[in-house]
């Protein structure tokens, strides 16, 4: 199994409030768990609009720190990118015409959507649901990140 990261993950696991960094975790267990084959192990993905979006905030409050911890999880020698490629923005193209989507978050269905039937999105963005053919892993630590 593969667990796309939408960018709200990666902030949740970053930045986020302890209560949504620990949902996220424990979301990611069950997923780990729920795929026998793959003794308790999770292939991690993402995309370079995941790594835009979560560098923003730091950058405009000229966080290094906060910076330098996302960096962290973007140089995961065991992450998997999902490049912007003519395939995953035709795909998104779709995506936004059928189902109203904004484009980032067509850009980021289609980016999960390109790793096969294996690949869960992990988000807390509950509006990925109007995507039938999208697995979706919900995370919800209560009130919202910090």
């Keep these: 199994m593969i667990a796309f990261l939408d960018a709200s ?5 970053v930045e986020g ?3 949504w960094a ?12 729920a795929d026998p084959a793959s003794a308790g192990s999770l292939q991690l993905a993402t995309s370079r609009l995941s790594w835009l979006e979560c560098r923003v905030g730091p950058l405009r409050r000229r966080d290094a720190e906060a910076l330098a911890r996302f960096d962290a999880v973007f140089l995961h020698p065991d992450l998997e990118w ?12 779709l995506l936004r015409a059928e189902h109203n989507l904004r484009t980032p978050d067509a850009l ?6 390109q790793l096969g039937a294996d690949a869960v999105m992990v988000t807390g963005d509950a509006g990925f649901q109007r995507v039938p053919t999208l697995r979706l892993a919900l995370v919800n630590g209560g009130q919202g990140p910090e």
Excluded: D, F, G
């Design 22 to 33: 620990e949902a996220l975790k424990q979301q990611l267990r069950q997923l780990a768990m």
């Design 17 to 19: 409030t302890a209560a």
């Design 9 to 13: 993950a990666v902030i949740y696991a």
């Design 108 to 113: 980021q269905a289609a980016s999960c959507l």
């Design 82 to 93: 999902v490049e912007l490629s003519p395939a995953v923005v035709e795909r998104a193209t």
